[in-house]
């Protein structure tokens, strides 16, 4: 599955707005595709020219995203990445309904930070059931 990058006028953001550039792609979920999600996205964001921290800060959130819906959603996984006004909107979803869970890692905990990062680098986001099934977990990193 290639990635297609779209600016359809009657496309709308999670803000109801429409996108200046938007790009979304499907792909199984294998491990393997994670790391291509993260590529995919830097380099979709670096072809446009944006802010280098803002890129930092959503591919990271991205790819913890991606990553939890590889090993706890089902496939397959949708992305999608918005750039509207300034701001960087990225959805991720995928079949499961079990929504993700913020935890409290501890110091040695090699796992269970995510989410932490998530909240940490982002402006605000949020989960949501999808109607057709499976959740989408949004995020929007400001410029």
């Not at 995919?40 to 280098?52: D, K, M, N």
């Not at 913890?64 to 750039?83: D, K, M, Q, W």
């Amino acid at each position: 599955a290639v990635p297609e990058t779209v600016a359809l006028p009657e496309q709308r953001t999670a803000a109801g707005r429409p996108p200046s550039f938007s790009a979304r792609w499907q792909f199984p979920a294998q491990p393997v595709h994670a790391r291509m999600a993260r590529r995919w996205l830097e380099a979709w964001i670096a072809e446009r020219g944006l802010w280098q921290e803002a890129s930092y800060c959503a591919a990271v959130a991205f790819s913890e995203l991606v990553t939890n819906a590889v090993l706890h959603g089902s496939g397959p996984v949708c992305v999608e990445v918005a750039i509207v006004a300034g701001r960087i909107e990225c959805e991720v979803s995928d079949g499961a309904c079990d929504l993700p869970v913020v935890c409290e890692a501890g110091e040695d905990d090699e796992h269970h930070r995510g989410l932490s990062l998530v909240e940490a680098l982002t402006a605000d986001w949020r989960v949501r059931l999808r109607p057709e099934g499976g959740k989408a977990v949004t995020f929007v990193v400001e410029a």
